[in-house]
């Protein structure tokens, strides 16, 4: 805390963060960080006690399987830890090359780049790819990285109702109806920019509906699979090739840190655009490499989704299961269709008083609140891994029992 002797500016600024911290606990919104005291399995230890947990991104089960904590250990064994400088000076190894490589057949891009994160990997990608004079079109419900990259692109940016192809096409129209009139600057490139699976309600967008407004409107097509990957689809490849639409999107961007159990994130695409995003991306000449050893876990978590696939299998029929037996208990699981199932129980209030009677019975499940969603939407957000057991998730059921609204 201040006292009398520190300088004003300083403690006007305490004072403006105790205000919106203070606010934030009045409404519940206050976020605390959990001290996870064990490994991202389905049983784990957290502020000391012992729980179940719903809400890990590791849906295959990876991030902690031996194989890939072996390939790990050897990296660092034959790389030491830290990469020590940006990929373009001295930190890119031939470990971080073949990956890429790897990724871009999975993605069926001609290329693919590694980035520190997905997050990084977002911002990259529109920070080069489009600046002031150019449009892009959002998803509301879009990932925040991909709404910050979209405002620090400096081009015009506008979101769509969530998953409302209708409406996006409509503004899109008026946008070149105006151009052929005259009443607007000629614009530069226009992008549509969606997640493909939906990180709050897990229900899926449909990249070839949007690759075909896009090619209708003159614009590029730029998907998020952080979910997808390693998920849905053949191989794990992703919504845009379960609709058989690679070739139509232009960008292409995953994540290593979900199903493949590591960190990092990529960008898959054209070969001028990787180039490019090498010699202008500020996220990727500006940062150091991620360790060899982060990316050996990450090439062997891939392998084993390729060589298994059992664990994409297993994951999206546990999710079936379970949602429609919550379902059948009356929970709102909104348009879920994924690994990541919400129950939608309204105010802030709501949803961490069922967190917190869920912890109770030894079940971990996060209570997602506005600003992450939006006011009165607040929910649990489960979401499951291939090595959840029949037990696990019959034991979700039970606790659930008690919370549910026919009940
Ligand atoms: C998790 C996520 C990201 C960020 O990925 P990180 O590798 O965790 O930074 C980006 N986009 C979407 C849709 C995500 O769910």
């Given at each position: 805390?201040?006292?009398?002797?520190?300088?004003?500016?300083?403690?006007?600024?305490?004072?403006?963060l105790d205000?919106?911290?203070?606010?934030?606990k009045r409404?519940?919104?206050?976020?605390l960080?959990?001290?996870v005291?064990s490994?991202?399995?389905?049983?784990?230890?957290i502020?000391s006690?012992?729980y179940?947990?719903?809400?890990?991104?590791?849906?295959?089960?990876?991030?902690?399987?031996?194989?890939?904590?072996?390939a790990a250990r050897?990296?660092?064994?034959r790389?030491?830890?830290?990469a020590?400088?940006?990929?373009?000076v001295?930190?890119?190894?031939?470990?971080h090359?073949k990956?890429?490589?790897?990724l871009a057949?999975?993605k069926?891009q001609?290329a693919?780049?590694?980035?520190?994160s997905?997050?990084a990997a977002?911002?990259?990608a529109?920070?080069?790819f489009?600046?002031?004079?150019?449009l892009?079109?959002?998803?509301?419900?879009?990932?925040?990285?991909?709404?910050?990259?979209?405002a620090?692109?400096?081009?015009?940016?506008?979101?769509?109702?969530h998953?409302?192809?209708?409406?996006?096409?409509?503004r899109?129209r008026?946008?070149?109806?105006r151009?052929?009139e005259?009443?607007?600057?000629?614009?530069?490139?226009?992008?549509?920019?969606?997640?493909?699976?939906?990180s709050?309600d897990?229900?899926?967008?449909s990249p070839a509906r949007?690759a075909?407004l896009?090619?209708?409107?003159?614009?590029?097509l730029?998907?998020?699979?952080a979910?997808?990957?390693?998920?849905?689809?053949?191989?794990?490849a992703g919504?845009?090739?379960?609709?058989?639409?690679?070739d139509?999107?232009a960008?292409s961007?995953?994540?290593?840190?979900k199903?493949?159990g590591?960190?990092?994130?990529f960008?898959?695409?054209?070969?001028?655009?990787?180039?490019?995003?090498?010699?202008r991306?500020?996220?990727?000449?500006?940062t150091t490499?991620?360790?060899?050893?982060?990316?050996?876990?990450?090439?062997a978590?891939?392998?084993?989704s390729l060589?298994?696939p059992w664990?994409r299998?297993?994951v999206?029929?546990?999710a079936?299961?379970?949602?429609?037996q919550?379902q059948?208990?009356?929970?709102d699981?909104?348009?879920?269709s994924?690994?990541i199932?919400?129950?939608i129980l309204?105010?802030?209030?709501?949803?961490?008083?069922?967190?917190?009677?869920?912890a109770?019975r030894?079940?971990w499940v996060?209570?997602?609140?506005?600003?992450?969603?939006?006011?009165?939407?607040?929910?649990?957000?489960i979401?499951?891994?291939?090595?959840?057991?029949?037990e696990?998730?019959?034991?979700?059921?039970?606790?659930?029992k008690?919370?549910?609204p026919?009940?």
């Open positions: 805390m201040t006292d009398d002797s520190s300088p004003s500016a300083i403690r006007r600024w305490l004072d403006d205000t919106d911290l203070q606010a934030r409404d519940h919104n206050w976020r960080l959990p001290s005291q490994r991202c399995e389905p049983e784990v230890r502020n006690s012992q179940l947990q719903f809400c890990s991104n590791n849906y295959l089960g990876l991030a902690a399987d031996p194989r890939v904590v072996d050897s990296a660092l064994d790389w030491g830890f830290g020590g400088a940006s990929r373009l001295s930190g890119n190894t031939e470990v090359q990956l890429e490589a790897d057949r999975l069926k001609p693919a780049v590694i980035l520190p997905g997050f977002n911002l990259v529109l920070k080069t489009s600046a002031p004079g150019d892009i079109f959002s998803d509301k419900l879009n990932h925040a990285s991909l709404l910050d990259a979209a620090a692109s400096g081009a015009d940016h506008h979101t769509y109702p998953l409302d192809y209708d409406r996006l096409e409509s899109l008026r946008f070149a109806n151009r052929a005259g009443s607007s600057a000629p614009r530069g490139r226009c992008w549509l920019v969606s997640d493909t699976v939906f709050m897990g229900d899926v967008g949007l075909q896009a090619e209708r409107n003159d614009a590029l730029m998907i998020d699979e979910h997808a990957t390693g998920v849905l689809g053949v191989d794990g919504v845009a090739a379960m609709e058989n639409v690679t139509r999107v960008l961007v995953g994540t290593l840190s199903a493949f590591s960190v990092g994130g960008i898959a695409g054209p070969q001028a655009a990787v180039d490019s995003l090498i010699n991306g500020r996220n990727l000449i500006y490499a991620l360790p060899a050893a982060c990316i050996a876990a990450a090439q978590a891939l392998h084993i060589a298994e664990r299998e297993r999206c029929l546990l079936h299961r379970l949602r429609t919550l059948n208990m009356g929970f699981c909104g348009q879920s994924t690994p199932i919400p129950i309204g105010s802030s209030q709501c949803a961490l008083d069922a967190s917190s009677a869920l109770k030894g079940i996060s209570a997602i609140r506005p600003p992450t969603v939006k006011p009165n939407s607040a929910r649990l957000r979401s499951l891994m291939a090595t959840h057991t029949d696990h998730i019959a034991r979700l059921v039970d606790a659930m008690n919370l549910a026919a009940a």
